[in-house]
């Protein structure tokens, strides 16, 4: 087997492989023996979801919306797991969320930092007034 694109690392060669996201199976494995989760394929393989055609039609006609029914093909899984780990799933999640939007709160500072970086590179009279209030907050400690 060659390596294609291998990667360095105390002086061994790893392929980029071996730093790639797990397999999906040992991922499965690994949530289900931490919250003990037993998963089973269901009979139940349908979703019905009801779209309306054209609402331009719609209106022309001036009669009750025509919904056309489209049914996507989709296998469900029936899971059963106990009530401290659904608590857990849901705190696991919650937790999640609030990343998330730290995140996304981290990345506009980012960016509104940039943009007040490029504003006071590009003039001189701002860099200026703002290197005299960061030396008056340094004052002000």
């Not at 506009?108 to 007034?129: D, F, G, L, T, Y």
Request: charged share 35%; hydrophobic share 25%.
């Amino acid at each position: 087997m060659a390596i294609e694109n291998p990667y360095f690392y105390n002086d061994r060669v790893y392929p980029d492989e071996y730093y790639r996201r797990e397999p999906r199976e040992l991922i499965e494995e690994r949530f289900r023996k931490k919250y003990t989760v037993h998963v089973e394929p269901s009979k139940r393989h349908y979703r019905h979801r009801s779209i309306p055609l054209s609402y331009n039609r719609w209106l022309e006609q001036g009669a009750g919306i025509p919904f056309q029914q489209e049914v996507e093909r989709e296998p469900l899984l029936k899971v059963y797991v106990s009530k401290d780990n659904y608590e857990k799933l849901i705190e696991t999640d919650q937790l999640v969320e609030e990343l998330k939007q730290q995140s996304r709160d981290l990345h506009q500072m980012k960016q509104e930092r940039q943009k007040e970086a490029h504003i006071r590179s590009s003039n001189p009279a701002v860099q200026k007034a703002y290197e005299k209030y960061q030396m008056l907050l340094k004052l002000c400690d």
